[in-house]
């Protein structure tokens, strides 16, 4: 099993930052995928930024410019500049994970951190 712990969440004003922290234990083997999404309320959820262990990144139109995803080993950060309003939402970690070389890969959420950005 795989658990994973975010922090970093929280309320900031318009054209503020925040960073928020993911970290990936339980039984790894390799992840070759780790970033974030977000559902905001109404809506359905949607990809904010990945990052492969090789380094290839999938960033979403809204935070291009803005968001940067980094790793490390088995946590993934996401790096929030200029916030607007209508990225308000809860921010979910999200990893796909390996338990050995021969094993089929796993996709595993965290609880969610709530991100909320006034005008």
């Known amino acids: 099993q795989v658990q994973l712990a975010e922090s970093g969440g929280g309320l900031v004003q318009a054209g503020g930052s925040l960073r928020l922290s993911c970290a990936a234990s339980?039984?790894?083997?390799?992840?070759?995928?780790m970033g974030w999404y977000r559902q905001a309320p109404g809506k359905q959820r949607e990809l904010v930024a990945s990052?492969?262990?090789?380094?290839s990144r999938n960033d979403a139109d809204s935070v291009k410019g803005r968001f940067t995803v980094s790793r490390d080993k088995n946590a993934v950060y996401l790096q929030m500049n200029s916030l607007k309003p209508e990225d308000t939402a809860v921010y979910y970690c999200?990893?796909?994970?390996?338990?050995?070389?021969?094993?089929?890969?796993?996709?595993?959420w965290g609880q969610g951190t709530q991100v909320t950005v006034s005008s």
């Open positions: 339980g039984n790894i083997f390799s992840v070759p995928t």
């Open positions: 990052l492969t262990a090789s380094g």
């Open positions: 999200h990893a796909i994970v390996r338990a050995g070389p021969w094993t089929p890969a796993y996709t595993y």
